[in-house]
């Protein structure tokens, strides 16, 4: 076995030195060294499961090699603004590490949330932008600021594989939840629950409706008994605020907005969704989390379909 610690460790530099030359050629010429696959960085500002995992296991089926970095607690802390004299915190801007990220795969995956803090920069999606702007290479949204596509495509693809009438009353319901969470799974799903054919309803508290470009044509019903009656899909999530007043801010815990069995009564023998992590008896009951209705975990299976179909397409796998 040898070290690399030094130049003492190396018998033959010039022969090394050679054998590099000879071998970035090949990094040019070819891609992966002795793999017929592509590579993707994926890259986390936030904690994952099933995004991080689902990603990996789809880039596994399709032969592409997966690099996890998780910038937040392992990488440079990214400047993001342009034409700013770096002497603060930030070690590293955006258009290098976008750069180099560019130059080593043929793809790179972002996840990173709404500050909540910020209305303007998050619904700009300020990082995720910047990072399209200056990559060369395809950009995955792995949970944005605003959006969460990967999540909807798979909400979708199991809403269609569950549904029992061609078009059914899928409803988004707000639940309560301790903390401020943002809004970018209820605001993606309404989007593309606005493309299928669906009679689509978004209910929540008083206090916590959406941005009205992604409720688009869905119904919004404060009454919350009243959006469930005659449901075929129940998906609820937990959103804060919207609002500029109240932005990011939890404005209600109301637990009467729990789902649970006698809510699920009311629906057309409802299916349960929700896109996990989920707080078990604040969000939803056991009661509902462990019947047969509950179908999240199906849902999150989908998570691996959605991530492989996302990235055959962009990177035209064949
Ligand atoms: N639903 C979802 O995106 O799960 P993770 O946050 O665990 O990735």
Known sequence: MMNFCSI???????????KAIELQKKIENGGPL?????????????????????????AFNLGIESFVFNLSSEGWQLEFEDGVVMNGSKS?????????????????????FASLSDKANDYAEQVLSQFVKHCSIPVVNMESATLHPLQSFADMIT????????????VLTWAPHPKALPQAVANSFLQWGNQMDYDLVVT?????????????????EYDQKKAFEGADFIYA????????????????????????????????DAKFMHCLPIRRNVIATDEVLDSDSSIIMPQAKHRITSAQMVLKEVLEIK
């Open 159 to 170: 809403i269609e594989e569950y549904k029992k009438v061609s078009k059914p009353k899928v």
């Open 34 to 58: 002795d793999k017929s696959g592509k590579s993707i960085c994926l890259l986390f500002f936030n904690p994952s499961l099933r995004t991080r995992l689902s990603m990996q296991k789809a």
């Open 92 to 112: 590293e801007h955006i258009v290098e590490a976008a750069g180099v990220i560019s130059s080593y795969f043929d793809a790179v995956g972002i996840r990173s």
């Open 8 to 18: 003492d460790d190396v018998a033959d530099p010039i022969g090394w030195i050679g």
């Open 204 to 220: 929540h508290p008083q206090g916590y409706d959406l941005d009205p470009s992604m409720v688009g044509e869905a119904k919004v």
């Open 237 to 268: 999530k937990n959103w804060s605020a919207f609002q500029d007043a109240n932005y990011g801010q939890v404005v209600s815990q109301d637990m009467n907005w729990t789902v649970n069995q006698e809510k699920m009564n009311l629906t057309n």
